[in-house]
């Protein structure tokens, strides 16, 4: 077992750019932040834009969870991808508590 700082098999590669891609959706959610593109509605879908880019921000998060654990089976063990791992449970155990204790 050897300990690494950056990922060195390609599942673990996948795990922290499907977490660079869920930053780099959140942040661009802020250009769909105007006016001009609410749709109407003042729940979660109000700005359908916005709605869309943080569906597929959480889903490309999440999968960064699940290409964690495929790189643990290819006996990964290195530290950016076990932080992009814990990030990506994180976002799947929020998006759990949401669904289960609604407020």
């Given at each position: 077992?050897?300990?690494?700082?950056?990922?060195?098999?390609?599942?673990?590669?996948?795990?922290?750019?499907?977490?660079?891609?869920?930053?780099?959706?959140?942040?661009?959610?802020?250009?769909?932040?105007?006016?001009?593109?609410?749709?109407?509605?003042?729940?979660?879908?109000?700005?359908?834009?916005?709605?869309?880019?943080?569906?597929?921000?959480?889903?490309v998060g999440s999968l960064s969870f699940f290409a964690f654990l495929k790189s643990l089976f290819k006996k990964e063990f290195s530290l950016i991808a076990f932080i992009c791992g814990a990030f990506g449970l994180l976002l799947i155990m929020f998006a759990a508590g949401e669904v289960l204790f609604p407020h």
């Open positions: 077992m050897r300990f690494r700082i950056y990922p060195g098999t390609s599942p673990g590669r996948w795990s922290v750019a499907f977490a660079l891609g869920f930053f780099i959706l959140y942040y661009a959610r802020r250009l769909v932040m105007k006016p001009e593109f609410h749709t109407g509605g003042e729940g979660f879908f109000g700005n359908m834009p916005a709605a869309i880019i943080m569906i597929s921000a959480f889903l």
